[in-house]
Each structure stands twice: as structure tokens, then as C-alpha cells.
């Protein structure tokens, strides 16, 4: 092929393959609302939430069961919306976030149908296998399903816990996608896909919720961890030290005076008797160490003072 090449041969016949990279269109119209760092933060909180999902469904169904986190993306609700199936179970959300500055703090909570009815058969009796069904759920179903959205739902305080402070409640349960109106059709939405994985059938649970409520709350605990990271003031700073040192002041701690070691047989130790003598290393002018704790603070001599073994302190070993 190369000497066809050099010798001026036909090269139509070669073939070349040129890398394309990827290009992604970016829609001036719809800017994204979020950065790198606060994506970040989200797969944070939502990976967590992912593994108190995978706990309770393994546990509930008796079946092991894996949840990941697949994407974070920001749509618009009509987007969202229009890719739901006529029928399924979504739970309206409130994380109930008590701020001024948070209007609202709703969301919709969406389960895929093939996972829904493998919940329902198994939780029935069955084996929780799903049977592709297009059609509305019944009122046991509902009911089914309730209870399992509402522990869903609960789950949400621990995941956020360490970034605010939320106390998560369902609302209603919604069966017709087509009804259902969350958010105006162009408003912008960040959209949690999480997959389930139950006897190897992969399944979706999303998260919705206004980018403009996510942005407040993210704004707040940012703003908290940020002031936590700031260095106080001088002034500040002393009266924590002093508020400190005040309340260790009051600790008890164990101080012993060492007069000094010494090694003795196993023998030794065993035939010591009343009035024995155990002569020491040190030299009767040599300080006796004295002890906070387990460390060595001070050295000094032995004494009395009024009547009482004292120690009178003539070195500080550790500042």
C-alpha cells in the first residue's frame, strides 16, 4: 500500500479514518443555570441517596437490588414531561425546607413502570417479574405504592443531611403524567435519573424539581459553608479560646508523681513481702518527674506541706 502511495498508484481504493471529535450544540436561548462544582455537589447528595434506595428495596423485596446514579441534567418541564409514559406513579414532593428565602421546595417523584410492577408482583406474592402493561393502577396498587413512595420520600432528609436542613413529606400520589401540571411547560427543571437494577431488569427513578428552587437552596448551604471556612476576627477568635479553656478548665485530670523505674524478675515480684526494700536507679538529689496523664509535665522534689506529701514544681518539661 505504501509503495502504491510513492509511486504515484491509485489511492482512491485506501481508506482513511479521521477522528471526528464530538461536538455538542450549546442553546444561547436556555443557558444552563448551574456550574461544574454544584453538579458536583448534586451527584454527592444524589449518589447517597442512591444507596439508602438500594438498601431499603433489597430489604423490602428480599432481592438484591442496585442503585447508581445515570445523569443530572437540566430540561425544561415539557421536555420531562412529554417522555413519560400516560401512565405511572409520581409523588408530589415538598422537602419542606423552612427558609424565607426558599418560596418553595417542591418536586415530582417519578418510578418507571417496569419497576413499579415488579414491586407491586413481588409484594404481593409473586416472584417480581414485570409484564410490559399500559394502563392506569388500581386502587390496591396505589395503595401499594404509597407506602413505598412515602419511605422514598423520607429517605430524601438523609441524603441531604450536611448540606440543609429538610423534613421531606409526600403530598399526593399522581397516576396520569398527562394531568399532572408541576411546573409551566418552559420553565427550566434539574432532572436526577437514578438507575435500578432488581433481577436484572434495569429500571428508572427520576427527580424533578425546579432549577430555580435548587439554585436558592444550593445559594443557602453554600453561603453556610463558605462563612464556616472564613477566618473570624481577631477579637472573635480570643472569646472562643477563653469560652474553650473555660469549659476544659474544669476537666479532672490524673497527676501522678513518678520517684522512678525499675526492673524486677518475675520471681522477685512474686516473693516481695511486707518491709521488703526496692532499691531505685536515681540518686536521692535527682528530681522526681510528675505526670498529667500519661505524659511527663513537670519535674520537682518530694516534700510535706502541713502535714501532707507535697510536690513542689522546679522545671516544666512541656509547654
Not at 485506501?14 to 443555570?33: A, C, G, S, V
Not at 409473586?126 to 392506569?136: A, E, L, M, N
Not at 516473693?271 to 536521692?284: A, G, H, R, T
Amino acid at each position: 500500500m505504501l509503495s502504491s502511495v510513492l509511486s504515484g498508484g491509485d489511492t482512491a481504493s485506501l481508506n482513511t479514518h479521521e477522528e471526528k471529535e464530538e461536538i455538542k450544540e450549546y442553546d444561547f436561548r436556555t443557558p444552563k443555570k448551574f456550574t461544574k462544582e454544584q453538579i458536583k455537589i448534586l451527584e454527592r447528595i444524589f449518589e447517597n441517596y442512591s444507596r439508602h434506595l438500594s438498601s431499603y428495596i433489597t430489604g423490602l423485596l428480599r432481592l438484591y437490588c442496585k442503585v447508581s446514579l445515570a445523569s443530572i441534567e437540566e430540561q425544561k418541564y415539557f421536555e420531562f414531561s412529554n417522555a413519560l409514559p400516560d401512565y405511572t406513579i409520581m409523588g408530589i414532593v415538598d422537602l419542606g425546607i423552612e427558609d424565607d428565602d426558599i418560596e418553595e421546595s417542591n418536586a415530582v417523584l417519578q418510578l418507571s413502570n417496569s419497576l413499579t410492577f415488579t414491586m407491586i408482583d413481588r409484594m404481593l406474592g409473586g416472584r417480581g417479574t414485570y409484564q410490559d402493561t399500559d394502563r392506569d393502577f388500581t386502587e390496591i396498587e396505589i395503595n401499594v405504592m404509597r407506602g413505598i413512595v412515602e419511605r422514598f420520600t423520607s429517605l430524601m432528609s438523609q441524603a441531604w443531611d450536611g448540606y440543609v436542613d429538610t423534613n421531606p413529606k409526600l403530598e399526593s400520589i399522581e397516576t396520569n403524567s398527562r394531568v399532572i401540571s408541576a411546573a409551566d411547560a418552559d420553565e427550566t427543571m434539574i432532572i436526577v435519573a437514578m438507575e435500578v437494577t432488581v433481577n436484572d431488569s434495569k429500571s428508572i427513578v427520576s427527580f424533578c424539581m425546579s432549577a430555580i428552587t435548587m439554585d436558592q437552596i444550593m445559594k443557602k448551604f453554600s453561603a453556610k459553608f463558605s462563612s464556616g471556612k472564613r477566618a473570624g476576627s481577631p477579637t472573635k477568635e480570643t472569646e472562643r479560646k477563653e469560652n474553650l479553656m473555660s469549659t476544659l478548665s474544669q476537666s479532672e485530670l490524673t497527676v501522678t508523681a513518678v520517684l522512678d523505674d525499675t526492673m524486677l524478675t518475675l520471681r522477685d515480684v512474686l516473693n516481695l513481702q511486707v518491709n521488703d526494700i526496692i532499691p531505685l536507679n536515681k540518686p536521692i538529689t535527682d528530681n522526681v518527674q510528675l505526670k498529667v496523664g500519661s505524659t511527663c509535665w513537670f519535674d520537682g522534689k518530694l516534700g510535706t506541706l502541713n502535714g501532707k506529701k507535697a510536690f513542689r514544681i522546679d522545671n516544666i518539661l512541656k509547654n
